[in-house]
């Protein structure tokens, strides 16, 4: 059974930060490409970032030098710290993980960021 399980959304002040967590199993993690997107009220979803088993990045021109996506392949999970958030970032964030024709989601996140 595949699972991922995303924590850390909540609501913060315009350019505060946080750090979101998406926490897997049932896959062998470490060669499974991890990702954020992300589903704004009102508007359709949306790449946030991405990391790839060898660990290189991709950002939404967005957030780029604000976020950043890490993982951790001993603890089997993915991160997304949000800095110098804006209300525009207000959103559901889900967690992914990708690898060939295997494609998973987790439940979802909400980040709200109030101005």
């Known amino acids: 059974q595949v699972q991922l399980v995303e924590s850390g959304g909540s609501s913060v002040q315009a350019g505060g930060s946080l750090r979101l967590s998406c926490a897997a199993s049932?896959?062998?993690?470490?060669?499974?490409?991890m990702g954020w997107y992300r589903q704004p009220p009102g508007k359709q979803r949306e790449m946030v970032a991405l990391?790839?088993?060898?660990?290189?990045?991709n950002y939404a021109d967005s957030v780029k030098g604000r976020f950043t996506i890490s993982r951790d392949n001993a603890k089997n999970t993915v991160y997304l710290q949000m800095n110098s958030l804006k209300p525009e970032d207000t959103a559901v964030y889900y967690c992914?993980?990708?690898?060939?024709?295997?494609?998973?989601w987790g439940q979802g996140t909400q980040v709200t960021v109030s101005s």
């Open positions: 992914t993980s990708t690898w060939g024709v295997h494609n998973y």
């Open positions: 049932g896959i062998i993690f470490s060669i499974y490409r």
């Open positions: 990391i790839g088993s060898s660990g290189g990045t």
